[in-house]
């Protein structure tokens, strides 16, 4: 597999483990089922688009078409995951406290009403802004370290072909 998906994936992982101490630090509630959920701090979609798009900026160049398609589509997805799965987040907060107030209203009437409670619709879709940032600069640090740390191996397979080729 691609060395750049690779450092992504590594990234998003990353992203994904640091939701449950972040979570621990600003409510006191451990929760280690944070990894496998959407939303939270930091963005693990702004994390692997924006490591994957430095990775490229730094092995290829600013001018190619990698590096290109790489941020147009970084820049879609961060703005989705801020924009529409947060909203759509929100949106799920109400619908989810309308089953509340639809059971306070049968509570009022004395007309018997029989109804299988619905599970709650998932509440974090979506980031706040400060979360896609945030997984954004995680990101561009993962990125570049992947950069750094591979570095290294492009340079001795140059030598190994010239040495192959003498």
């Known amino acids: 597999m691609n060395k750049g998906v690779y450092v992504a994936l590594l990234s998003i992982g990353l992203a994904q483990g640091l939701k449950i ?10 929760q280690p089922d944070l990894f ?9 979609h702004s994390a692997g688009v924006s490591s994957l798009t430095t990775y490229i900026a730094l092995q290829r160049g600013l001018p190619t078409i990698d590096f290109a398609l790489s941020l147009i589509y970084g820049l879609i997805v961060m703005y ?5 799965r947060r909203q759509t987040g929100e949106l799920t907060l109400k619908v989810n406290d309308l089953d509340e107030l639809i059971d306070k209203i049968h509570k009022d009437e004395s007309v018997e009403f029989e109804e299988k409670s619905p599970d709650r619709l ?8 400060q979360e896609v940032i945030g997984g ?13 740390l591979t570095k290294k191996d492009r340079k001795l397979s140059k030598y190994k ?5 003498e």
């Open 80 to 84: 989705d995951a801020q924009g529409i």
């Open 122 to 129: 998932k509440e974090m879709l979506g980031h706040q802004p």
């Open 36 to 44: 496998f959920q959407t939303g939270g701090m930091p963005s693990s």
């Open 161 to 165: 072909v010239k040495f192959r080729k």
């Open 21 to 30: 101490p972040i979570h621990y630090a600003k409510t006191g509630k451990f």
């Open 136 to 148: 954004a600069l995680l990101g561009v640090v993962t990125g570049t370290v992947g950069h750094l």
